[in-house]
T-cell receptor, first 111, second 110 residues
Framework: DVKVTQSSRYLVKRTGEKVFLECVQD?????MFWYRQDPGLGLRLIYF???????EKGDIPEGYSVSREKKERFSLILESASTNQTSMYLC??????????FGPGTRLTVL | SQQGEEDPQALSIQEGENATMNCSYK?????LQWYRQNSGRGLVHLIL?????REKHSGRLRVTLDTSKKSSSLLITASRAADTASYFC??????????FGAGTRLAVHP
């Protein structure tokens, strides 16, 4: 079975802190994705990566950056967390043109 | 931008009944994927249907795709209380990026 893991289920940070969300997949997938999910807004794509060290902006990249130094790991970075970044963050991975598999999500609260 | 739009937004049925959810989209697609999400949890993949396919089955699930009408439907037959969840369609485009709809909240009552 495909497994996508995220470093934390729940995270509480303070405004201005630098926050790292880690995602690891074990299926040698080329593509990895970060989404955030908010009530009434659905899932929105923040960033994605189609290869090691390659990254592309999604629909809402402002305030975020990403890092993909190894194929299995894709990190989302909040350089200076703000309260409007309180959300559920979901990581996913896939082969090109195939099913995306999602991790369990990280519920981030920024105080 | 959200391309996938689900209909209805919410659906309440009794166990044993069938549930149908619809998804419409606006542009060309590589594939369309359906997911289920239980409250506060991650997304579980249900079915992927490619743009050259018209129908797919998986257990009690049936998905259809009509590219001429830019629409898809998910049918759950003989619903169970455990099917209570939110269901999302997602449009697969370049690099397999997904654009999600707002989802349909399904409640199945015993």
């Amino acid at each position: 079975d495909v497994k996508v893991t995220q470093s934390s289920r729940y995270l509480v940070k303070r405004t201005g802190e630098k926050v790292f969300l880690e995602c690891v997949q074990d299926m040698d997938h080329e593509n990895m994705f970060w989404y955030r999910q908010d009530p009434g807004l659905g899932l929105r794509l923040i960033y994605f990566s189609y290869d090691v060290k390659m990254k592309e902006k999604g629909d809402i990249p402002e305030g975020y950056s990403v890092s993909r130094e190894k194929k299995e790991r894709f990190s989302l970075i909040l350089e200076s967390a703000s309260t409007n970044q309180t959300s559920m963050y979901l990581c996913a991975s896939s082969s090109p043109r195939d099913t995306q598999y999602f991790g369990p999500g990280t519920r981030l609260t920024v105080l | 931008s959200q391309q996938g739009e689900e209909d209805p937004q919410a659906l309440s049925i009794q166990e044993g009944e069938n549930a149908t959810m619809n998804c419409s989209y606006k542009t060309s697609i590589n594939n369309l994927q359906w997911y289920r999400q239980n409250s506060g949890r991650g997304l579980v993949h249900l079915i992927l249907i490619r743009s050259n396919e018209r129908e797919k089955h998986s257990g009690r699930l049936r998905v259809t795709l009509d590219t001429s009408k830019k629409s898809s439907s998910l049918l759950i037959t003989a619903s169970r209380a455990a099917d209570t969840a939110s269901y999302f369609c997602a449009i697969g485009g370049g690099y397999n990026k997904l654009i999600f709809g707002a989802g349909t909240r399904l409640a199945v009552h015993p």
